[in-house]
């Protein structure tokens, strides 16, 4: 019953019994009560440390349990002080908190810093708790691992259990992995939306349409990733998004067939970044396929442009209005 105050239960029987026999001893509460010798010590010790038994003024060998009503505002005052020092240390934590964050996690421009793959997921798993009612995530660098896809459905499910709207864009080239299309489908079964696109700016992921984090580095989403909580900003990010949405394919949709007369938007993405000077590499990346994949396509699309170069592929298109510059 007295839990709460701090008094076991055994240390509560030996309490009442010394109420009710004020003269016994150890050996008689231990008679008494059938405890062992030690059990009993070790109620009198913590009735002790209570403040619930005294010396005796007559025999300072023997001891008696104070009166109820006094150990029941014995007990009370305990409680208090040790609830106010808790409350002092938890203020204490909050302050120290506040400092941390200030001195190590945000530059002058107020941004938060994630730096490497582990604080980044670590601050994702925390704000995940909070999203409520949207998610909006750019997931460049082709298809996913089967790790990933493992690690990230726990989390997927809890989402959309919760009824977290969550759209996704990944790259055209995830399409012909099997175990990201096996995923996306997964997600589309328990309401989730999956697009592609022929390329994507960096990885981005935005929550509730407060919250942004974009990775630091687009070459390098591993080095970490940057916070966006200023309105306009992130504004700015949802639009970019929603542009990008808009023209992305649906997973589940059957690829263009083939015409001679126009191009696919991988072929198109390629096109554009050939005339911005990427190389084959760079357009790889972007694109989310292997270095040799984009140098045909690279080839393909030279040789029915009738270009010598790469870089030429890109100016004949811009002049033929394939592309815009």
Not at 49 to 72: M, Q
Not at 189 to 213: E, F, K, Q, Y
Not at 221 to 237: C, E, K
Request: proline share 4%; charged share 25%.
């Amino acid at each position: 019953m007295f839990d709460v105050l701090g008094m076991d239960a055994t240390a509560e029987v030996v309490y009442r019994a010394m109420l009710g026999h004020p003269h016994d001893g150890v050996a008689d509460l231990r008679r008494r009560l059938q405890l062992t010798e030690q059990e009993v010590l070790t109620a009198l010790d913590t009735l002790s440390e209570l403040a619930l038994i005294r010396s005796s003024s007559e025999d300072p060998r023997s001891f008696h349990a104070v009166d109820p009503h006094l150990a029941a505002d014995i007990l009370l005052a305990r409680q208090r002080a040790e609830l106010a020092a808790q409350q002092t240390r938890v203020e204490e934590a909050q302050a120290a908190a506040v400092r941390l964050k200030s001195e190590f996690t945000q530059d002058r421009d107020g941004l938060l810093h994630l730096s490497g793959v582990d604080c980044v997921r670590d601050y994702l798993a925390t704000l995940y708790d909070r999203v409520e009612d949207e998610l909006l995530t750019f997931a460049p660098g082709g298809a996913q691992t089967a790790a990933n896809v493992r690690s990230s459905r726990p989390l997927a499910e809890n989402l959309l259990d919760r009824g977290v709207r969550m759209r996704t864009v990944y790259l055209d080239s995830a399409r012909s992995d099997p175990v990201t299309v096996a995923h996306a489908e997964w997600l589309a079964r328990l309401g989730g939306h999956i697009r592609t696109a022929p390329s994507l700016p960096n990885r981005m992921i935005i929550c509730d349409r407060r919250t942004a984090v974009v990775a630091a580095d687009s070459d390098d989403t591993a080095a970490g990733a940057v916070v966006l909580q200023t309105p306009g900003v992130v504004a700015s990010l949802c639009a970019l998004f929603d542009c990008a949405w808009q023209s992305a394919r649906p997973m589940g949709a059957t690829a263009t067939p083939p015409d001679t007369r126009r191009m696919s938007p991988q072929q198109t993405e390629v096109l554009r970044l050939l005339s911005q000077g990427h190389t084959d590499e760079s357009v790889a990346a972007r694109l989310g396929v292997s270095a040799r994949t984009a140098r045909r396509i690279a080839t393909k699309l030279m040789d029915h442009l009738g270009a010598r170069s790469r870089f030429q592929a890109g100016v004949h298109a811009v002049a033929r209005g394939l592309i815009q510059p």
